[in-house]
């Protein structure tokens, strides 16, 4: 009885630390782990010219006691993409509000394409120039809730890089 006491313990005190907390190594399957919301991963062959600059969870503002958000950057902080997801239903970040100039589809989902243009006559060829970004809403799954991701430019990303970017991501788990 001695015995089995510490081990009784042990088993308690672990079932009580929280998934969040038992990193698995990987920050996006440990990011799951926390939020209601589906958590989506760049695919490698889309940061390989771009490698990850950043990976920081912010709380929800917004929404205070509602699940915290993503931000992520790849490339520099010269040139490079950013990553943005929160919950849909409590939008942490806000609106951005480029001028959009497309609809676009990205993996079948309907996507805004917005550029940071300082005139009406700019196309997706100007992304490069002034800045830009795709926004869409991705669907729920497995018991998680929509997903609002922003996938913006700085720097000399083209619309091509950015488009591809933004198709490579997936689901936390997916292959």
Do not use: W
Not at 71 to 92: D, P, Q, R, Y
């Amino acid at each position: 009885m001695k015995r089995a006491l510490p081990l009784l313990a042990l088993a308690l005190i672990i079932q009580t630390i929280p998934a969040n907390a038992m990193g698995s190594g990987e920050k996006y399957q440990d990011f799951q782990t926390g939020v209601t919301y589906v958590v989506y991963k760049p695919s490698p062959a889309t940061i390989k010219e771009l490698p990850p600059l950043n990976f920081e969870v912010r709380p929800c503002r917004l929404f205070p006691k509602h699940d915290e958000y993503l931000l992520a950057g790849f490339g520099g902080m010269e040139v490079g993409i950013s990553l943005v997801e929160t919950s849909a239903k409590f939008n942490c970040t806000g609106l951005d509000n480029p001028s959009v100039i497309q609809k676009i589809k990205i993996n079948n989902l309907s996507a805004n394409l917005g550029i940071y243009c300082p005139t009406k006559s700019c196309t997706n060829a100007d992304i490069s120039k002034y800045g830009g970004e795709i926004t869409f809403t991705a669907p729920a799954s497995k018991g998680l809730q929509n997903t609002f991701i922003r996938v913006g430019t700085r720097g000399y990303i083209t619309y091509k890089q950015l488009l591809a970017f933004a198709a490579g991501l997936k689901p936390v788990g997916s292959k």
